[in-house]
């Protein structure tokens, strides 16, 4: 018997930042990552919302204010 790690049961996966093949497993201290390098960017991108979902401004004209107000009200007085 060998003491050496045995990898042929390893998964591997696609490294998130650059698509290089990876092994996810604990003898991969920076899975899913290929690297620390590849990680410390992925978290940047994270720190300058780079991963943002953009989202539509939606706007209200009175009549429609006025009723999300009356509904309000409705809900406080339990009518």
């Known amino acids: 018997m060998t003491d050496t790690p045995n990898f ?3 998964k591997q996966v696609k ?3 650059c698509g290089r093949l990876t092994l996810y497993s ?4 920076s899975r899913p990552f290929c690297s620390d390098r590849c990680k410390l960017i992925d978290l940047g991108e994270w720190a300058s919302e780079g991963y943002k979902v953009p989202v539509e401004q939606q706007t209200y004209n009175e009549k429609d204010l ?4 009356e509904a309000l009200n409705k809900g406080e007085s339990g009518e």
């Open 26 to 29: 604990p003898q991969n201290p």
């Open 15 to 17: 490294c998130p930042q």
């Open 66 to 69: 006025e009723q999300l107000y």
């Open 8 to 10: 042929s049961n390893a």
